[in-house]
């Protein structure tokens, strides 16, 4: 195993409180793919060639996830950049399958989400604006609130 220089050390320190609530919340979505892939930390450390205690100190967020590690987690774990960093929106398009939860054939709204997942992303954005646009006249007709996005 692989010693910790005082660099590794002193950067991992020197987290802002917001970096280390950024890298704590980013390592729960890695832990909980993880297990809803049934993977094991060793499992995932071996395929991405770091030893198992790095990479559990990366689902604590103890240390930083290097960027370039997200790809590979995306791919180990059939799922996309966006899902793992929180990227609410795009982390509810990425896994249609594991959204639904009752029995039948999928629901219209289902299949358009389907659909929109497969958009590129600008075609995404321009769904998403609108309907937010019709969320917010809907509240304002109803007089509801509508949770912000």
Known sequence: MRQRTNRQLALDLTMS??????FEQLG???????QAASLTQQQVADSIGIPQPQYASYEVGRRRVPVSMLPRLARIFKTTIDAL???????????PAE?????GPPSRIEQ?????????KASQKAVSQVLDAMLAQHATVTGQEVAAP
């Open 28 to 34: 729960k979505r890695i832990a909980q793919t993880r």
């Open 99 to 103: 959204r639904r939860t009752r029995r």
């Open 17 to 22: 409180p917001d970096e280390r609530h950024f």
């Open 85 to 95: 960093i929180g990227d609410d929106a795009s982390a509810a398009l990425a896994a």
């Open 112 to 120: 358009q989400l389907d659909a929109i997942a497969k958009l590129p």
